[in-house]
T-cell receptor, first 117, second 113 residues
Framework: EPEVTQTPSHQVTQMGQEVILRCVPI?????FYWYRQILGQKVEFLVS????????KSEIFDDQFSVERPDGSNFTLKIRSTKLEDSAMYFC???????????????FGDGTRLSIL | KQEVTQIPAALSVPEGENLVLNCSFT??????LQWFRQDPGKGLTSLLL?????REQTSGRLNASLDKSSGRSTLYIAASQPGDSATYLC????????????FGEGTQLTVNP
């Protein structure tokens, strides 16, 4: 069964450094998402991406975050200047087109555990 | 703002028992509700998706119901097995929030052999 793959599985970074998390969504999917889960807390939405642009973002997704689809297969999340509170599990997800008429499940990867020191 | 709550936070049952996990949400204006399974240190595996117009969905030993008007969903697991041990999350896709999912905090299930 096709799956979403994320790399690396664990990333350790010094505070203030830039980090890029990588994802390969399911190949025929057109919607891409990033969520995060701080240890012991709920999974939180960060951003959705469709047709090479952000379609929706949460209040968490401020100017230090950016997303990109650099080629036909990868989807990346960049955190420009990491803070201690950015430590979390970051999940990438993808789905077939969503709309008021379309209810397709979102499929998640195994996540990247980001640890900021 | 949509809030999703799951009760109980943790549940421990003997193998073979039938069990029910509960999910409630504050705003009934949703497109769908999705149940996930999360194993420790792993990602989220989609189990079932119920559209807002549906009352229930079944997959194997799993049955999910949706009562949109009362803001409730249940996940019924029949004949539980130790391999069912995991955290179960429900998430709703609110009408007012595009394609984002809003998650509950999960129910941690342990099935004892």
């Amino acid at each position: 069964e096709p799956e979403v793959t994320q790399t690396p599985s664990h990333q350790v970074t010094q505070m203030g450094q830039e980090v890029i998390l990588r994802c390969v969504p399911i190949s025929n999917h057109l919607y891409f998402y990033w969520y995060r889960q701080i240890l012991g807390q709920k999974v939180e939405f960060l951003v959705s991406f469709y047709n090479n642009e952000i379609s929706e973002k949460s209040e968490i997704f401020d100017d230090q975050f950016s997303v990109e689809r650099p080629d036909g297969s990868n989807f990346t999340l960049k955190i420009r200047s990491t803070k201690l509170e950015d430590s979390a599990m970051y999940f990438c997800a993808s789905s077939e087109p969503q709309g008021w008429y379309s209810n397709q499940p979102q499929h998640f990867g195994d996540g990247t555990r980001l640890s900021i020191l | 703002k949509q809030e999703v709550t799951q009760i109980p936070a943790a549940l421990s049952v003997p193998e073979g028992e039938n069990l029910v996990l509960n999910c409630s949400f504050t705003d009934s204006a949703i497109y769908n509700l999705q149940w996930f399974r999360q194993d420790p240190g792993k990602g989220l595996t989609s189990l079932l998706l119920i559209q807002s117009s549906q009352r229930e969905q079944t997959s194997g030993r799993l049955n999910a119901s949706l009562d949109k008007s009362s803001g409730r969903s249940t996940l019924y697991i029949a004949a539980s097995q130790p391999g069912d041990s995991a955290t179960y999350l429900c998430a709703v896709r609110p009408v007012t929030s595009g394609s984002r999912l809003t998650f509950g905090e999960g129910t941690q299930l342990t099935v004892n052999p």
